[in-house]
């Protein structure tokens, strides 16, 4: 199997981002490649077809201008094998693209030189039938600024200025080189005057090769910003806030396990499978959907952020991936305006949903967990642990918002309203656990 060049196998200093970088930006400029290649077979080929048809319906006005000599055979004989070449190029490319695998740099050298040589040809037979001096005053030198332009779709500065290069040497060249014969009484080629018109296409090369190194550099940054917010939000989950990301992806999110200080926060349905026997699977998606929708968003205002679904409940997380000195209060204040939301969301439903939510901080060790092919961000530890077995209590004491001791102290005033239910036999613990319920 043939190696694909967004998988390189070189470079292995590289970090994985880098190389997902270089990977896209590479499709990126083969597409950029092919696109240039369909701009320039379609302006040939309108060029051609314009001077076809303008010698079959001005025929007179076209001779005079080639005095004479014009011949449409010779014409198609030099633009059909550039327009054979521009084709096989094009197929080559998709056949690149499609197949993951970049084009040598040499061959896009090759690829330029023959592509600028073309109104180099279209001089030589101007130059034939009208002399030298109304050949390089007429329109076929214009045909280097055509391919100069079109050289900023290469993204290559080197390939723009060769590209310059190509047409200025050429034109030089051809003017000072080639006599035609039959014009001998034309005066000669002034070698100033060519020499500076060479530098000014010249330039114009150096120039696109600038924009389109400006081009390149913004899509390297576009390509970087979208990768870098993908792998962030595929290591949150999909429900980390915008701000979240925006903050991760300025500070930096490496997902390495780590010991740190958290607000674990268990929310659950109380009675949803209940409900859920007596309706339709499209009705209890639809109903699960339409409640965590309120939910996320004030977990989201509160910078709380979805670790995991775990079917009509969630598991959420306060200062972790980023830390937060008012995680705590935040998460309370988060639990009660979730508990708010409900009940009003619940007023003229057909459905009423009550939510229990267990509230709990501790340490833990939060990262990526799982094999090399399937990682996930989550948290382990006893914290979390308690906040589940807290959230599950609520089911006993028909209340809906549980905190541990842990968080009454964190809390302070944000919580005074707490009112101690007592030290509870908690399964799992051998002692029993201080539970505090918040109305």
Request: proline share 4%.
């Amino acid at each position: 199997m043939q190696r694909r060049w967004w998988w390189p196998a070189r470079a292995p200093r590289k970090s994985s981002l880098e190389e997902e970088v270089g990977g896209a930006l590479a499709r990126e400029i083969l597409r950029t490649e092919l696109l240039r290649v369909r701009v320039v077979l379609t302006t040939m080929s309108l060029l051609l077809v314009t001077m076809v048809c303008g010698y079959w319906l001005f025929p007179t006005k076209i001779e005079a201008i080639w005095h004479g000599s014009f011949s449409l055979k010779q014409l198609l004989v030099s633009f059909t094998p550039f327009l054979a070449f521009e084709t096989y190029l094009a197929l080559l490319l998709r056949r690149r693209l499609s197949q993951g695998r970049d084009i040598p740099v040499w061959r896009r050298y090759i690829g330029v030189l023959v592509e600028t040589s073309l109104p180099t040809v279209g001089i030589y037979l101007q130059m034939e039938s009208m002399g030298a001096n109304q050949a390089l005053a007429f329109a076929a030198p214009l045909g280097y600024f055509i391919f100069i332009i079109l050289s900023t779709l290469r993204l290559d500065f080197w390939l723009s200025t060769f590209t310059g290069f190509v047409a200025a040497a050429e034109l030089l060249g051809v003017a000072m080189l080639y006599h035609p014969p039959g014009f001998a009484d034309h005066p000669a080629p002034d070698f100033a005057f060519h020499f500076i018109r060479s530098v000014v296409v010249f330039t114009c090369g150096v120039l696109a090769g600038g924009v389109g190194l400006q081009l390149r550099r913004q899509f390297e940054a576009s390509l970087t910003a979208a990768d870098a917010r993908d792998r962030v939000t595929n290591l949150f989950g999909q429900h980390v806030s915008p701000q979240v990301v925006d903050r991760l992806l300025s500070t930096g999110a490496s997902g390495e396990g780590e010991v740190r200080k958290v607000v674990v926060m268990f929310a659950d349905f109380r009675n949803f499978t209940g409900g859920a026997r007596e309706r339709a699977p499209d009705q209890v998606v639809a109903r699960l959907d339409e409640a965590f929708a309120i939910l996320v968003e004030i977990l989201d205002r509160h910078g709380g952020i979805v670790n995991k679904f775990l079917g009509d409940g969630f598991l959420a997380l306060f200062g972790a991936p980023i830390e937060d000195a008012d995680a705590a209060s935040q998460a309370v204040a988060a639990a009660r305006e979730m508990i708010a939301a409900m009940h009003s969301h619940n007023d003229g439903h057909d459905w009423p949903l009550r939510i229990g939510i267990g509230i709990h901080t501790g340490d833990v060790v939060v990262g990526n967990v799982g094999s090399p092919r399937r990682k996930e961000y989550t948290v382990i530890g006893d914290t979390v642990n308690f906040a589940s077995r807290l959230e599950s209590l609520n089911k006993e004491f028909g209340t809906q918002l549980l905190i541990s001791s842990a968080m009454r102290d964190e809390v302070g005033a944000a919580a005074a309203d707490a009112s101690l239910i007592g030290h509870v036999p908690v399964r799992g613990y051998a002692e029993p656990l201080a539970v505090w319920r918040i109305d």
